[in-house]
């Protein structure tokens, strides 16, 4: 009994690092479009189908596991933080996604304004790396310092919009363009925010606390 | 064992015990018989002196305890009896004793009574008035001598019981005993039973063979170890489920991974998506691979099935670097596409002219700048292909060309000359400086890596500008310096000018000329010379290129 349940656990932790890696993929896509200002590679980042697949596999698969062999303890807060994790994982995957929509509509070119987006986007796509990596290694430390970085993209937020507010007082401003990159470097806040999320329901899984 | 050597030790001493007794019993029993029989004999002698001498009256005196006394006449009437009343009494004569009286004088049988619980003995005399005299005397059978002795026997067989009990388990645990101790890694060093040493003898060289395969296993397990161990390749093997079974130190570091991770999932050591699916693919039997770039550098990764009677049973995971391969094939195309390029625009300008002239499209005058505008280009094309061939050339080592003690200096004094009129045209100071630096090498390459550097030097200036060359011979070295006051190169460009091709202006303008092949030359040509080049450089203040010789 407790043999087949440790090989579901273990197919469950398998899937979640798929859907993970589908999100990383999805992201560095993206924020590759974006760097080179390239809406051709941009429309090749996998549309949500694929993630949004996984992310119902996965929940069928901690529902069963909930049902059927009624887990407690350490098992039910892996299979439970599971549940909540594929949810930011899949809206990760969908804010990639959104990113990569505005890119096609080719108002972003390569400047030296997207610098700044550039490095927000590495420093997100190091959150969500480390927050899987966290969730694969388990390791506490990690995901307390993903939780801690989220500074550093909060920051970059902050520097983006000081920069569009300047770039708004310019007479030649091309609005779209302005908009875009906002709500571009939203979106990568937005998903810097989940890859927090992640990393809690990581220390949940291991401490049966969010905070660590 | 010990159990059954108890029991039969138990059982033996058990049989011995009965078997004595019997016959014990037996051989006692008879031999007191006999000596009744005799004392009988003899009584019946006495007996029968007394009846002859005294007649009947011998019986009235007679006191019988033991016996039982009866006279018979000849024709087998009792006439006296001790025992019973004579009227009753059969006739004898049939007796076996009385039969043998008769006719030998002295005769005695032994005769059981009905309930087999007593023995009589018989002994009959024929006294010498032809009457038979018989004595008798009854005796318990064996049996009522048996049952007389169970009460003792019970108790002997009792004690002999628990005596053979006791001796049984001690001699049974003392012959099992060497056999407990038998130390079995040292088969030969056991002594107790001779009958067990063909067994140890044969466990001894089954050892020693098995100790024999262990280290050739061990051995052959080691070499495997090193030469997986020490491969470049990163290697991994992977079970049916997808789980790791071995890594490489290559792989483990290429992962960077821990030894831990055996056992788990190679999703958990790297997130690649491409991997997976030629992963997933090598799982289900098929071959897989891909190049896929890795922690910024390419791999070419094979995922193959490993099969056992047409089952998967796991999966062999190699990562080659292909990085350096990469690059090379990359530079290789950017050359040939570069070549053609430079190849087809003076050809383009020279067919042109040459269908305008065809035609006859051209006024008179015009005629001879068209033919130097032909000449020219053709001149560029001869150039570069020129280059090219001294490029090749310079690829294949140079083999052939002929190494000579020459002067350095002497060479760049002949470089600078036919150098003076093209500076001369666009206003540059072409200087010479330094000392005679003699020098073993090849002339041709010696001199084209100062042209070449000249030339760009020359080209790349301002007006006005200056280009110093400068030969320094010392510790050994000799340094060839070229020194200019010209545009200057970026820092991102400074690495990539030696490659072919190579333009830090991406127009291939043809303003400034020049094949960009240059100082792909001077680098080629200062490698078969085992010498350096440095570049020195700031955009706007000018270049410096140093080409250090060893001597």
Same mark, same amino acid.
């Given at each position: 009994m407790r043999l087949k349940f440790d090989e579901q656990l273990d197919l469950l932790n398998k899937e979640l690092i798929t859907m993970g890696a589908f999100c990383e993929n999805a992201i560095a896509m993206s924020a590759k479009a974006l760097t080179e200002g390239n809406p051709a590679l941009a429309k090749a980042?996998?549309?949500?189908s694929q993630i949004d697949h996984k992310e119902r596999e996965i929940e069928t698969m901690c529902l069963k596991l909930l049902l059927q062999q009624q887990p407690v303890a350490k098992d039910l807060r892996v299979v439970s933080s599971a549940l909540k994790m594929v949810t930011d994982m899949a809206r990760i995957g969908a804010q990639s996604a959104d990113i990569a929509e505005i890119i096609t509509l080719a108002?972003?070119?390569?400047t030296d304004d997207t610098q700044i987006i550039y490095d927000m986007s590495v420093a997100v796509i190091k959150m969500v790396t480390d927050s899987i990596d966290a969730f694969v290694k388990k390791d506490m430390q990690m995901a307390k310092a993903v939780i801690d970085y989220d500074d550093v993209v909060d920051s970059y937020f902050d520097k983006v919009k000081k920069m569009l507010i300047e770039l708004f007082s310019k007479p030649e401003t091309d609005g779209e363009y302005a908009i875009d990159l906002l709500m571009i470097a939203k979106y990568f806040e937005r998903i810097g925010d989940h890859a927090v999320n992640i990393a809690k329901w990581v220390l949940f899984s291991i401490t049966g606390n969010k905070e660590g | 064992m010990t159990k059954r050597i108890f029991r039969s030790i138990c059982l033996v001493a058990l049989t011995v015990f009965l078997a004595s007794v019997v016959l014990f019993m037996g051989v006692l029993y008879e031999y007191f018989s006999n000596v009744e029989q005799a004392q009988l004999k003899m009584q019946t002698t006495l007996a029968a002196q007394g009846v002859t001498n005294e007649g009947i009256d011998y019986f009235h005196d007679l006191k019988v305890k033991n016996y039982r006394i009866s006279w018979i006449d000849t024709e087998g009437n009792?006439? *006296?009896d001790s025992a019973s009343d004579i009227a009753e009494m059969e006739n004898h004569l049939e007796r076996k004793e009385v039969q043998e009286a008769l006719s030998s004088g002295y005769g005695e049988s032994r005769r059981y009574s009905a309930t087999l619980m007593e023995r009589s003995f018989y002994s009959a005399q024929k006294l010498d008035d032809g009457t038979i005299l018989r004595l008798s005397i009854s005796q318990n059978s064996i049996l009522t001598l048996l049952l007389g002795m169970t009460q003792p026997i019970c108790i002997i067989f009792v004690i002999a019981l628990i005596l053979s009990i006791v001796l049984a388990i001690q001699v049974s645990k003392k012959i099992v005993k060497p056999l407990n101790e038998i130390d079995l890694d040292n088969p030969l060093s056991n002594e107790g039973y001779d009958e067990l040493s063909p067994f140890l003898r044969r466990i001894d060289s089954q050892q020693k063979q098995l100790r024999g395969q262990k280290t050739e296993l061990l051995q052959k397990e080691n070499e495997l170890n090193t030469i997986i161990g020490s491969m470049n390749e990163g290697m991994i093997l992977l079970n049916q489920k997808g789980k790791i079974i071995s890594i490489n130190p290559a792989a483990k570091k290429l992962l960077s991974? +821990?030894? +831990?991770?055996? %056992?788990? +999932?190679m999703l958990s050591l790297c997130r690649n998506l491409e991997l997976q699916e030629i992963l997933t693919k090598a799982l289900h039997g098929e071959r897989g691979e891909n190049i896929i770039r890795l922690y910024g550098e390419s791999y070419q990764i094979d995922a193959d099935p490993i099969t056992s009677e047409n089952i998967v049973k796991g999966a062999a995971l190699f990562f080659f670097n292909v990085t350096e391969k990469e690059k090379a094939e990359q530079i290789r195309r950017e050359f040939t596409a570069n070549v053609s390029h430079e190849l087809k625009t003076p050809l383009h300008s020279i067919s042109g002219y040459a269908e305008l002239l065809k035609n006859d499209m051209v006024k008179e005058n015009d005629k001879i700048p068209f033919a130097g505008k032909i000449y020219d280009e053709a001149g560029r094309m001869i150039q570069l292909v020129e280059d090219i061939i001294s490029l090749s050339h310079l690829d294949e080592g140079a083999d052939d060309m002929q190494r000579e003690n020459i002067d350095l200096y002497t060479l760049a004094e002949k470089a600078v000359q036919s150098l003076e009129p093209q500076a001369d045209t666009l206003c540059v100071t072409l200087e010479l400086s330094g000392v005679s630096a003699p020098l073993n090498g090849i002339p041709q390459l010696l001199y084209s890596v100062i042209y070449n550097l000249c030339d760009n030097a020359i080209k790349y200036n301002h007006e006005n500008g200056k280009v110093m060359v400068d030969i320094q011979s010392k510790n050994g070295v000799i340094v060839l310096s070229v020194k200019d006051t010209g545009i200057g190169i970026a820092p991102e460009h400074q690495e990539r000018?030696?490659?072919? *091709?190579?333009?830090?202006?991406?127009?291939?303008?043809?303003?400034? %000329? %020049?094949?960009?092949l240059g100082l792909s030359i001077v680098k080629h040509a200062a490698k078969i010379h085992n010498a350096k080049v440095d570049v020195k450089s700031h955009v706007g203040k000018g270049s410096t290129v140093i080409v250090t010789f060893p001597k």
């Open positions: 980042v996998p549309d949500l108002n972003i070119h390569a | 009792v006439i *006296f991974a +821990d030894t +831990d991770c055996i %056992g788990s +999932d000018i030696f490659e072919r *091709f190579y333009r830090v202006d991406k127009s291939h303008s043809k303003a400034v %000329g %020049g094949t960009g």
